[in-house]
């Protein structure tokens, strides 16, 4: 009778922890960044530092998650400030008319052990399309210092700049048409 007990008291705790659940990104440990090539010469990397990013999931593996992120387009930094503010302009982002950048999932596909494709529209630029990235599910830990369920993702994938109408009138040769991105993050349950 004991053993039922401990048994229903665990799976009401499990689905306590994991029904419909909501996570947010963890500032000091996540980054969103992304990689463009120059001339065929050489990598440009850079980040955008101001983003928040939430999670809504009933799984423990977040196989059923919707992922959002909202970037704050006028925070774009290459470590070059001549070229941030370039960018921030309506050659290329035009943050001052399109000042966030957002994503919202519409579908999960596992691929693997803690591996997903996920897709969902992308808003940059004024321009919506939908877009396939690859997910990695990293685990969910107690967090030591704040005592918090943690998980990790990280999200890779290539988009078209020209897709979302971004420096429409840069040449391939001279800014690629690919840009890499990548995102790492550490998401605290709320």
């Not at 599910?137 to 943690?150: H, I």
């Not at 979302?164 to 790492?184: Q, R, T, Y």
Request: aromatic fraction near 8%; proline fraction near 3%; glycine fraction near 8%.
């Amino acid at each position: 009778m004991k053993r039922i007990s401990c048994l229903v008291i665990l799976l009401t705790v499990a689905i306590g922890v994991f029904a419909q659940s909501s996570w947010k990104s963890d500032k000091a440990h996540s980054q969103l960044k992304f990689d463009v090539q120059h001339m065929g010469l050489a990598t440009i990397s850079g980040s955008f530092k101001d983003f928040e990013a939430t999670i809504s999931a009933s799984k423990p593996d977040f196989s059923d998650g919707v992922f959002t992120l909202t970037a704050q387009t006028g925070s774009i930094n290459t470590g070059i400030e001549q070229r941030d503010n370039h960018l921030k302009t309506p050659d290329f982002f035009d943050a001052q008319a399109h000042p966030t950048i957002s994503f919202k999932s519409t579908s999960l596909v596992k691929t693997g052990e803690n591996k997903y494709n996920v897709t969902g529209d992308l808003t940059m630029h004024g321009v919506t399309k939908p877009v396939t990235l690859e997910l990695w599910y990293r685990g969910t830990v107690e967090n030591p210092a704040s005592k918090k369920l943690t998980a990790g993702f990280r999200v890779t994938g290539t988009i078209k700049r020209t897709d979302f109408g971004l420096a429409a009138k840069i040449p391939g040769n001279m800014l690629s048409d690919e840009v890499v991105i990548a995102a790492d993050g550490e998401f605290g349950k709320i």
